[in-house]
């Protein structure tokens, strides 16, 4: 039997799960029972490669995580625009909408519109995303040792933007099988090069003296541009578009 004093105990917990429970969980709505000025959208378009543009849309009663998810219904639409290119987005399976254009994302404009059959539609989110670029060094699969530094050069430059550059990898720890990750993130200005010692890049974690010095650890450079658009205003509730353009190689760590 529970006594009057764990009772009391317990049913506070039950209700913090029971809170948790509630904050977490969010239903979907259909757009047909929403107005456009309920709606909270956030769009984000993104060019991983030479020829591809990926475009990203999740829409919302509100901000944040714990917001309903909209499913479009009853007509309503998102499309995108990239030039004389346009897409009807397509739901998946975490009821986003998403496509793909095989177009080179460098400086081009992406148009996203909302078209509705009932109600105020909103055709007009922006964003152009940002000037393409190569890296230039070091090569692909380049093996980096102990006591040296990494140097990472890119072009073009576009000097009054920031970059944000991520170098990381995975080592095998010593003595184990166990897959220990590595990274360093920084953003700086967009000045064509960059350099960081590869010691401190493999001990961003803390982590140096148990990697196995027998095995070389696979690992990546990676580049990223970011810029902002500009959301259509019948949105009522708010939301953001916004545009990223990244270039990624694959090098090795000699532990």
Partial sequence: MVSTFMRY???PVLLL???IWTLSACDNVDSEDIRTSGIYAYF???ADNENQTYIFADLRTGPGL???KIILSAGDTLKAGMGPVEHTLSRDGNNNYVTTFDINGSDAEVIIGLDRAN???APNSRVTLPTGFAITTPGAAHVFNRGEDITITWDPSVSDKNINITIGGTCTASGTSQQLSFSRDVTLSDTGTY???????MNARGQLDQFDTGKNCPGYIFLERKTDGTLDPNYGKGGSISASLSRRINIE???
């Avoid at 350099?195 to 890049?201: E, K, M, T």
């Fill in 9 to 11: 105990r317990i049913f």
């Fill in 17 to 19: 799960f029971s809170s």
């Fill in 44 to 46: 984000r378009a993104s």
């Fill in 66 to 68: 714990f917001a309903d």
């Fill in 119 to 121: 109600d105020t539609d």
């Fill in 195 to 201: 350099a960081s010692a590869v010691d401190v890049v």
């Fill in 253 to 255: 760590f000699n532990p």
